[in-house]
Structure formats: C-alpha cells, structure tokens
C-alpha cells in the first residue's frame, strides 16, 4: 500500500504502556525514538510486542519545528526529534523542511514560509522536528 503520509519511520517496538482506553508504543529508530499514542484496539488488533518492527507514519502537517538541538521544555509533545535541516524549500505561503537526525532518519514538516525564516532553518543548520504522541500512526507489516 502507498499512502500520502511523506514521513515513514522505520524501527522496532521497544515498549508498550498499556492503558485502559489508549497506550503508549514506544519505536526505537537507531538512537532516537518515537512514541504513538494509540487506542488499546489498535494495539491488540496490529498484534503489536517489543521487539516487532514497525513503522511510525506522520503526515507532514503535523510536524512542528524549533530551532536549535536543545529539548524544549514546557509542552506535551513527546516527541522532540534533534538533527540537521536537510532541505528548506519555500512555496508560495508554504515551505517543506527536511531534518536528518544522527541515526540517518529523515521527518518532514509543512510551515509556513514566515517560520521557516523566524527560525532561521537553512541547510545544515540544527533544528528540532516536534510531533505530538497522538499524531503519531504505527503500521506493521
């Protein structure tokens, strides 16, 4: 199946914090990971155990940028993805921004051109990609 999502993250299950209506899977991706927050349905349904491989699929709206490499504090989202701008490339209003984190992962992003400038994000530059758990799809195969 081929689906719209532009960012595909491959990696194996690590841990899952079951709940009583939703759970946490937690995918490994080299040395970063990412976390989904999902329905205990889904989990019981996709079979999903540590140490299956797995995939993490995050349309590109829902990923938020933040200059630098540095964690920011005082927000929800879980997932704070570190590495360097790999492309920054403006629309219209619109641009798409590229980050490659230390493992070779690469997550894209759709800002607006106003952000990509605010934040100074340019190839080769530091740059956090931010995705909340509950953005966050896990597929298996």
């Known amino acids: 199946m081929k689906i719209s999502a532009r960012n595909q993250l491959k990696g194996a299950i690590s841990a899952i914090a079951e709940g009583a209506v939703n759970g946490v899977v937690t995918i490994d991706l080299g040395s970063t990971q990412i976390k989904a927050d999902i329905t205990m349905e889904a989990i019981k349904d996709l079979g999903l155990k540590e140490g299956m491989d797995a995939v993490a699929i ?84």
């Open 58 to 141: 995050v349309k590109a709206s829902n990923v938020m940028f933040a200059a630098g490499t540095e964690r920011v504090a005082g927000i929800s989202a879980r997932n704070q993805l570190a590495g360097t701008v790999a492309s920054a490339k403006k629309g219209a209003v619109n641009g798409h921004v590229a980050i490659e984190t230390a493992d070779g992962a690469r997550i894209m992003g759709s800002i607006t051109n106003e952000a990509i400038d605010e934040l100074g994000l340019a190839e080769g530059g530091k740059a956090l990609a931010i995705v909340k758990a509950t953005d966050v799809i896990v597929g298996v195969e």
